[in-house]
C-alpha cells in the first residue's frame, strides 16, 4: 500500500513503521511520509539526511574557484 501512497504509512502498525525498507518504499512516493516513520528510525534517517547534505554542501565549496 505504501508504495502506491506514502502516506498509508501512518496507518501500519508499529514494526511496520520501524521496518527501513518499507518507510523507504513509502518516502519513495511521498517524502512527507517519513512523518509516520517510527521515532527512532525516523532521526537515524534524518540524521543520516542531514550528514548527506553536509557532504554535498563541502563537495560544492571543494569545486568551488
Known amino acids: 500500500a ?3 501512497t506514502g ?3 501512518q496507518f501500519a502498525t508499529r514494526p511496520l513503521r520501524g521496518d527501513a525498507a518499507i518507510v523507504a ?8 511520509a517519513l512523518q509516520f516513520a517510527a521515532p527512532a528510525l525516523k532521526r537515524q534517517l534524518q540524521s543520516q539526511q542531514e550528514e548527506a547534505g553536509s557532504a554535498r ?4 565549496r571543494v569545486r568551488a574557484p
Open 2 to 4: 505504501v508504495q502506491r
Open 7 to 9: 502516506a498509508a504509512l
Open 25 to 32: 518504499a513509502a518516502r519513495e512516493q511521498d517524502g512527507a
Open 57 to 60: 554542501r563541502q563537495r560544492k
